[in-house]
């Protein structure tokens, strides 16, 4: 399997900061996403990484370090519409297929 | 960001038919296209991978005999479930690259079987 590892559930109030971790197989390592998924819904692109470092976009981040093999998602100033799955996805060398970890489940309480 | 579109959003069927889900990437030419299912509170599970003019890649665990993909032109895949019984209910979601979108796959809203 690609060992995909990340918190099933993870709870945060509003205006605060949550960072979702994510841990993966490194051997064929092609790019680490995440994605966002509402119950019912397609999943929504938010970030990309391939190089080592961090990926600033509004009050999303999001992190690599491809030599430990780690991952995270940083969301800041949470808002109740934050409440969701993430999916952290690793993309493999062979005709770019993108794999996902279970997902995690953020809720954000008022 | 680019569109991607799947017919139907919901299917009922009975044990034993088959049901053809369709995914078209609706403003760009989508060379490489990908099915996932994925079960209640668990995370997507590709099954395929399927690239235009050629047979599909099937996953470890997959019965493409049972799965059958067909990648017709750069806008429309399909994915039919033959002989579909009630463990195959799930929710199936493609996804799409294009030529020109080297990294990011836009998914499709997801098909909602249910096999009674």
């Known amino acids: 399997g690609q060992n995909i590892d990340q918190p099933t559930e993870m709870t945060a109030t509003e205006g605060a900061i949550v960072q979702i971790n994510c841990t993966y197989q490194?051997?064929?390592?092609?790019?680490l996403f995440w994605y966002q998924q509402h119950a019912g819904e397609a999943p929504t692109f938010l970030s990309y990484?391939?190089?080592?470092g961090l990926e600033e976009k509004g009050r999303f981040s999001s992190f690599l370090s491809r030599s430990k093999g780690y991952s995270y998602l940083l969301l800041k100033e949470l808002q109740m519409k934050d409440s969701a799955s993430y999916l952290c996805?690793?993309?493999?060398?062979?005709?770019?297929?993108?794999?996902f970890g279970r997902g995690t489940q953020l809720t954000v309480w008022p | 960001g680019a569109v991607v579109s799947q017919h139907p959003s919901r299917v009922i069927c009975k044990s034993g038919t088959s049901v053809k889900i369709e995914c078209r990437s609706l403003?760009?030419?989508?060379?490489?296209m990908f099915w996932y299912r994925q079960f209640p509170k668990q995370s997507l599970m590709l099954m395929a991978t399927?690239?235009?003019?050629?047979?599909?890649?099937?996953e470890q665990g997959v019965e493409k005999d049972k799965f059958l993909i067909n990648h017709a032109s750069l806008t429309l895949s399909t994915l039919t479930v033959t002989s579909a019984h009630p463990e195959d209910s799930s929710f199936y979601i493609c996804?799409?690259?294009?030529?020109?979108?080297?990294?990011?796959?836009?998914f499709g809203p997801g098909t909602r079987l249910t096999v009674t």
């Open positions: 996804s799409a690259r294009g030529e020109d979108r080297s990294y990011e796959q836009y």
């Open positions: 490194t051997s064929g390592f092609n790019g």
């Open positions: 990484n391939v190089l080592d």
């Open positions: 996805g690793r993309r493999g060398s062979t005709l770019g297929r993108l794999y």
């Open positions: 403003d760009f030419q989508a060379t490489t």
């Open positions: 399927s690239n235009e003019g050629s047979k599909a890649t099937y």
